[in-house]
């Protein structure tokens, strides 16, 4: 006789990962295979109403069919039925910004220990909830108590100037700390659970872009700024020797262009993002193709110049000249045309700019099929699955 107290609780074998955008939710299916994510399939369906996710309140039953819709699409694909799940939030909803601050010893001489390390890091890491709650509280209208903060990350620990890996059994007494944080509203997080509760979801994590960026390429020690052009929104991260530096995002994005096509050519919105995707692929023909470069040209000088403004406020100096694009809106070649050849205004560039495509197969470890691995459009799911 078998005592099932005694078993080990197997792990589970096949795991769900979603990642809702402002204007699609993606779904994949995927195991693990020793350090390897084997993605079994993918689904993607977009919301018929592009301002969606603006909030959750009176749509939630909206977001959860699409969910569900989307979920029921990958499952028929790939014959498997799993309840645990990643989960990508958009970032106008789940937030990341990276944070320096500071700490003072005053036994300066005496070795860190153990204790005196966890105490720095929660002090820290209270003053940077402390830091972020309020000045998103005096953006969005919350209370700064009104915000949940899901990860708190040590980036970089300097002491006295000096960069360290670590603090502990290390002397001095100015400690400079970089700290990356993910954090949403309470209200939020309660909707988004109560949604997956209901589709009886078990949500292992939820996980921002920006988290696994420190160990995908830190080893490399990378110089780039990554675009993430959505549906409504342009995510950017700057990476500084494989190190994260900087994390914004912009309200200006793909609808932008969807929208003015729809508005110009006096079709709806659907048939107008099927025209945008001809587009992109160089299927039309030469005079709708220059037709649809007029349209749309006004609306990328302007995502353009929004992505000046945002850069300015950054502090570095010089920016990388590796710039990788992914993202449905990514896609567009005058996207590509104005990185490379348009006017940057006073922002100095360590070299000229380059740009690039960042498709799933630049990940380390992935495996899948090569239609999905090609695609820049999925790139921002497969960094869900780097828990």
Same mark, same amino acid.
């Given at each position: 006789?078998?005592?099932?107290?005694?078993?080990?609780?197997?792990?589970?074998?096949?795991?769900?990962?979603?990642?809702?955008?402002?204007?699609?939710?993606?779904a994949l299916v995927f195991k693990k295979e020793n350090n390897k994510k084997i993605v079994l399939g993918q689904a993607l369906e977009y919301f018929e109403e592009p301002t969606i996710f603006r909030e959750f309140d009176s749509?939630?039953?909206?977001?959860?069919?699409?969910?569900?819709?989307?979920?029921?699409?990958?499952?028929?694909?790939?014959?498997?039925?799993?309840?645990?799940?990643?989960?990508?939030?958009?970032?106008?909803?789940?937030?990341?910004?990276?944070?320096?601050?500071?700490?003072?010893?005053?036994?300066?001489?005496?070795?860190?220990?153990?204790?005196?390390?966890?105490?720095?890091?929660?002090?820290?890491?209270?003053?940077?909830?402390?830091?972020?709650?309020?000045?998103?509280?005096?953006?969005?209208?919350?209370?700064?108590?009104?915000?949940?903060?899901?990860?708190?990350?040590?980036?970089?620990?300097?002491?006295?100037?000096?960069?360290?890996?670590?603090?502990?059994?290390?002397?001095?007494?100015?400690?400079?700390?970089?700290?990356?944080?993910?954090?949403?509203?309470?209200?939020?997080?309660?909707?988004?659970?109560?949604?997956?509760?209901?589709?009886?979801?078990?949500?292992?994590?939820?996980?921002?872009?920006?988290?696994?960026?420190?160990?995908?390429?830190?080893?490399?020690?990378?110089?780039?700024?990554f675009l993430d052009i959505g549906g409504q929104l342009t995510n950017v991260l700057i990476l500084e020797k494989g190190k994260l530096a900087k994390i914004f995002e912009f309200e200006k994005a793909g609808i932008d262009f969807t929208r003015k096509i729809s508005q110009v050519l006096g079709?709806?919105?659907?048939?107008?993002?099927?025209?945008?995707?001809?587009?992109?692929?160089?299927?039309?023909?030469?005079?709708?193709?220059?037709?649809?470069?007029?349209?749309?040209?006004?609306?990328?000088?302007?995502?353009? @110049? +929004? &992505? %000046?403004?945002?850069?300015?406020?950054?502090?570095?100096?010089?920016? =990388?000249? *590796?710039?990788?694009? /992914?993202?449905?809106?990514?896609?567009?070649?005058?996207?590509?045309?104005?990185?490379?050849?348009?006017?940057?205004?006073?922002?100095?560039?360590?070299?000229?700019?380059?740009?690039?495509?960042?498709?799933? @197969? +630049? &990940? %380390?470890?992935?495996?899948?099929?090569?239609?999905?691995?090609?695609? =820049?459009? *999925?790139?921002?799911? /497969?960094?869900?699955?780097?828990?």
């Open positions: 006789m078998r005592l099932k107290f005694f078993e080990k609780k197997q792990k589970p074998e096949h795991f769900l990962a979603i990642d809702i955008g402002t204007e699609t939710v993606k749509r939630n039953e909206i977001l959860q069919k699409i969910i569900s819709k989307v979920i029921a699409e990958v499952q028929s694909i790939t014959k498997i039925k799993t309840q645990d799940l990643l989960l990508g939030l958009p970032a106008n909803v789940l937030i990341g910004r990276i944070v320096e601050q500071s700490f003072n010893r005053e036994n300066s001489k005496e070795l860190i220990s153990e204790r005196d390390e966890f105490q720095i890091h929660q002090e820290i890491f209270k003053k940077v909830k402390f830091k972020l709650s309020n000045e998103f509280a005096q953006k969005t209208g919350l209370l700064s108590q009104d915000f949940h903060f899901l990860n708190l990350k040590i980036l970089e620990s300097k002491i006295d100037g000096y960069e360290v890996p670590s603090i502990l059994k290390m002397a001095g007494a100015n400690l400079e700390f970089k700290i990356l944080a993910t954090f949403l509203s309470k209200y939020q997080l309660e909707k988004i659970k109560e949604i997956c509760q209901n589709l009886n979801l078990k949500i292992l994590k939820i996980v921002h872009l920006a988290d696994n960026f420190p160990h995908l390429f830190f080893q490399e020690k990378l110089d780039a700024f079709m709806s919105f659907s048939e107008a993002r099927s025209l945008k995707h001809d587009f992109a692929q160089s299927v039309l023909s030469k005079g709708v193709r220059q037709k649809i470069e007029e349209i749309i040209s006004p609306d990328i000088k302007d995502w353009f @110049k +929004n &992505l %000046k403004e945002n850069l300015k406020e950054s502090p570095e100096k010089l920016l =990388p000249s *590796n710039i990788f694009l /992914f993202g449905g809106g990514g896609l567009l070649p005058q996207i590509s045309e104005i990185l490379e050849k348009g006017v940057w205004d006073n922002l100095t560039f360590v070299s000229k700019p380059k740009i690039n495509f960042f498709y799933p @197969k +630049n &990940l %380390k470890n992935v495996k899948s099929q090569e239609e999905i691995l090609n695609n =820049p459009q *999925n790139t921002s799911i /497969f960094f869900i699955l780097y828990d």
